[in-house]
């Protein structure tokens, strides 16, 4: 191998493309399987992970056609080779892959993907491909004799169960059941404790799962929590509210939620098998809960999209496909219909599909999907409502991101950092992105203005907001070094504001030459009354208007565009007042493709269809506003939420189903924050 080619190539800030060719010491060319080549460059280079590119996005079994997530060749190398589709080009690859392994320090791995999801494998241990590594040699111990008591008492010492109690861990391990199985890795960074079914309980438990932040970094839990789930086919867990509840979902096959735990299953399909009270859990399941192969777990919401293929559509998908708690079902797109939908990774077999209203009527009748989000252009979303809505008074969840059902009273305005203390209905109107970073920079003023004077609002978007159909206003080439101003007057989003402040407002929004993001100016006339105040106060106003608002970040500085792109939250702030104190200048920014549409689409169908996460056993239930779960069904936006602001809503008009919530007064801050109910 004769690296110091790709060597200076690489010191030269090129990237080395090569070819399968070789040459003997006396000039022949010779033509060289891919990989082996390949093989030979991780010998030589030594790379933290080698990427293979397909057209399947990974490894496909052909008995289930599915794709493998993950191989562990430790455990898995030998049993692979045994399948009677392993062979020719998929065994040649996965003998080469696994001789380069061996080469390679323990840690290093290999992924398959596509060329569509490469970006996702190129920084990350794993992606949305298979994963194939050496392992970590999970060991299964019947008996404590085979077990490194010092590493494994270190280890469990991370359980925050034993922290104040070091004793209590020998303890505990003298106290398991003789036939208690403890899974460990090769180097002791995780580890779990399984406790058969017996006479007393019919499942498996898991009663312990304790792992190092270096396993969590090098995937090992997840490779002692398949090897546990090879074993057993039926297992049931539980685990504290917010410990890192989004890979739990994705370990388990359901959940439901009892003070405050979560409990996790796999494998079974009747919960009222279960007995009233059961190891690791306080409480009891409550009566009737029958988990169908259908609606397996009640935590997972099934979400159909129509109107995929603009810019909004594809956020949408890459946010569900990130969400622990949504899948999607239906995908929906005259134009890209046939074709997979490469951003969804739940499901590489998901395709585009192009719903008429009478396909979306026969789904919603047949109760295939909780949830519809409409990503269509203005005045294209009545007939695919109507459609859902004709037949029935309690219809799936409807997300409009266009403006035709913003100005209807039967509508709810989905604004929710505006609109706290609202029910939320079955239809929610989606603001428009100028819409919703207007009123935020104006709600918090709005009772100092002077009635007089109207708002003035002027701001630039990113040629995203233009759409996907081509026009002068998305042309990369005519908005480059360029400010295009339109709709001067009578702009839907002027009237969508003033309708929702009622005040009136004058807007005037540009086009500029970059791809997404608003900057806004928005000019503030101050009652008389309110004059004499300081930019120190007024900035106060604002601060507490927003406190505990994760998704409103305030600026004392006028907020950049170019740190907003790819944000879920708002900025507010800049604030600036002349010397009269009857003017005050708000500035803001605003990502139009998120915040300012498919993150703020998000929110709303998390407050309407996953605020019964915490209350899944009470399918009657009518959940007005937005119990305790908001901080962990919004954690996939990686924002610091703040349980204060998210606790504010109660549960109401539940019925009774054999369970209660006691009224006690500090559910103030520990449940829900503004009262509680039965």
């Not at 290093?108 to 970006?119: C, D, E, K, P, Y």
Request: with cysteine; aromatic share 8%; charged share 20%.
């Amino acid at each position: 191998m004769n690296k110091r080619s790709l060597e200076s190539s690489i010191s030269a800030g090129a990237l080395p493309i090569l070819t399968s060719l070789a040459e003997t010491p006396d000039g022949q060319i010779l033509n060289v399987n891919a990989d082996v080549a390949a093989s030979e460059l991780a010998a030589a280079f030594q790379p933290l992970k080698v990427v293979y590119l397909n057209t399947t996005c990974g490894m496909i079994d052909p008995t289930t056609k599915k794709k493998i997530d993950i191989i562990n060749l430790d455990e898995e190398y030998q049993e692979l080779l045994k399948q009677p589709w392993m062979k020719f080009g998929a065994r040649l690859k996965l003998e080469q892959i696994h001789d380069m392994l061996m080469k390679l320090p323990s840690n290093h791995s290999v992924a398959i993907t596509s060329a569509q999801h490469l970006s996702k494998e190129l920084f990350t241990h794993s992606g949305s491909g298979t994963l194939i590594r050496r392992g970590h040699g999970i060991t299964r111990h019947k008996s404590l004799k085979s077990i490194d008591e010092r590493l494994l008492t270190s280890l469990l010492s991370l359980d925050p169960t034993f922290s104040s109690d070091p004793e209590a861990i020998g303890e505990f391990l003298n106290s398991l059941p003789e036939d208690s199985v403890i899974y460990t890795d090769a180097s002791y960074q995780s580890c779990a404790v399984v406790q058969p079914a017996n006479h007393e309980f019919p499942y498996p438990v898991l009663t312990k799962f304790v792992h190092t932040e270096a396993a969590s970094l090098e995937n090992t839990h997840t490779q002692l929590m398949m090897a546990i789930k090879k074993d057993f086919s039926q297992l049931i867990w539980a685990v504290e509210r917010g410990a890192k509840e989004s890979w739990w979902y994705e370990m388990s096959d359901g959940s439901i939620s009892r003070n405050n735990l979560r409990l996790f299953w796999t494998g079974i399909d009747n919960l009222t098998q279960v007995p009233e009270r059961y190891p690791g859990v306080v409480g009891s399941i409550p009566n009737g809960v029958l988990i169908t192969p259908q609606s397996r777990n009640y935590s997972t919401k099934r979400v159909a999209l129509i109107g995929a293929r603009g810019h909004t559509g594809q956020e949408l998908i890459t946010l569900i496909s990130n969400h622990p708690e949504m899948i999607l079902t239906h995908v929906s797109s005259r134009e890209l219909k046939g074709q997979t939908v490469d951003a969804y990774t739940k499901n590489p077999d998901l395709r585009y599909t192009s719903l008429t209203p009478e396909d979306v009527q026969k789904i919603e009748t047949a109760k295939e999907v909780d949830a519809w989000v409409l990503a269509l252009p203005n005045n294209l979303s009545t007939p695919f409502v109507e459609a859902i809505t004709q037949d029935s008074t309690t219809h799936s969840v409807i997300v409009d991101l266009s403006a035709d059902h913003r100005f209807r009273p039967d509508w709810t305005y989905g604004l929710p950092e505006l609109n706290r203390s609202i029910s939320w209905g079955r239809k929610i109107a989606n603001p428009g992105c100028y819409a919703t970073a207007a009123q935020l920079c104006i709600f918090p003023f709005l009772k100092y203005l002077d009635a007089t004077v109207r708002p003035v609002v002027v701001a630039v978007s990113g040629y995203s907001g233009a759409g996907t159909k081509p026009s002068p206003n998305n042309d990369p080439g005519n908005v480059r070094d360029n400010l295009i101003w339109y709709s001067q007057t009578g702009h839907i989003h002027e009237r969508e504001v003033s309708s929702r402040m009622k005040t009136d407002i004058w807007f005037t929004p540009a086009v500029g030459g970059w791809f997404r993001g608003i900057g806004m100016s928005v000019q503030l006339g101050i009652s008389e009354e309110y004059a004499g105040r300081t930019i120190e106060q007024w900035r106060e106003v604002l601060e507490s208007t927003y406190q505990g608002e994760s998704l409103i970040k305030i600026s004392e500085a006028p907020p950049a565009v170019k740190g907003i792109a790819n944000q879920h939250y708002a900025m507010v702030g800049g604030l600036k007042l002349d010397k009269s104190g009857r003017r005050l200048v708000v500035t803001g920014t605003i990502d139009n493709l998120l915040k300012g549409a498919a993150t703020q689409a998000m929110q709303v169908s998390i407050i309407d269809i996953l605020c019964e996460a915490s209350l899944t056993y009470y399918r009657s239930a009518r959940i007005l506003t937005f119990p305790y779960t908001c901080p962990n069904t919004l954690a996939y936006l990686n924002e610091d939420l703040t349980r204060s602001q998210y606790c504010r809503y109660i549960p109401s008009g539940i019925t009774h189903t054999g369970h209660e919530f006691e009224h006690r007064s500090n559910y103030d801050e520990d449940n829900f924050r503004e009262g509680t109910s039965t």
